[in-house]
């Protein structure tokens, strides 16, 4: 019930192509569903976050979409650049109490590399 | 200025030694936690605290014990290390439980 789900676990991108990475969740409880990225050696870095209430956000290039009914949200990167490259993480969080509240459950990362 | 800063950011130790990991976050956040990443970099919650009170506890071995002296530091203690505790740990905090994570720079464990 606690999963998220994520894929690909690589993906290799021209500069200028659109990234796609893909999540999918069990617990219908979740009600926040942000974005992370991870360099080399840095912490995880958020990136950008959606409520279930609206099914898309967009934040300059990156843009998520989310699908309430199917349980799955998506990031995509518009003009992805050689300095995209990282891993991703789609993460969810209950806040809305519980033992789980404040806890991110995050997905198994995206490497992401973008080839000039 | 580093808003959730950790240390040490290298930690290379024995097995069956005793070690601490240290955190402070100048961000004013009540909420603080301790998140470790495997060597498949997968990301798990081990615990959060919020104004010094322990909220989660993610059946983590009690030979993990963290401390939190004030809202703004959060300690990891680890007794007796296993090789299987090398990891990469993360010290974060948020405001509200759960939005808007900032992610320290990680602590790097590892266990001969």
């Known amino acids: 019930q606690q999963q998220v789900k994520q894929s690909p676990q690589s993906l290799i991108v021209q500069k200028g192509g659109i990234s796609i990475i893909n999540c999918a969740y069990e617990?219908?409880?979740?009600?926040?569903f942000p974005w992370y990225q991870q360099f080399p050696g840095k912490g995880p870095a958020l990136l950008i976050a959606?409520?279930?209430?609206?099914s898309e956000k967009k934040e300059g290039r990156f843009t998520i979409s989310f699908n309430k009914s199917a349980k799955q949200f998506s990031l995509h990167i518009m003009d992805s650049q050689p300095g995209d490259s990282a891993t991703y993480f789609c993460?969810?969080?209950?806040?809305?109490?519980?033992?789980?509240?404040?806890?991110?459950?995050f997905g198994q990362g995206t490497i992401l590399t973008v080839h000039p | 200025d580093t808003a959730v800063s950790q240390t040490p950011k290298y930690l290379v130790t024995q097995m069956g030694n005793d070690k601490s990991i240290k955190c402070e976050q100048n961000l004013g956040h009540d909420t603080m936690y301790w998140y470790k990443q495997d060597s498949k970099k997968f990301l798990k919650i081990m615990f959060s605290y919020n104004n010094k009170e322990l909220i989660i506890n993610e059946t983590v071995p009690n030979r993990f014990s963290p401390k939190s002296p004030d809202k703004a530091h959060l300690n990891l203690h680890i007794n007796s290390l296993e090789l299987g505790d090398s990891a990469v740990y993360f010290c974060a905090s948020s405001q509200d439980q759960g939005f808007r994570v900032f992610f320290g720079s990680g602590t790097q464990l590892s266990v001969l």
């Open positions: 617990n219908t409880a979740f009600d926040y």
């Open positions: 959606i409520r279930p209430d609206v």
């Open positions: 993460a969810a969080s209950l806040n809305a109490g519980g033992t789980s509240y404040g806890k991110l459950t």
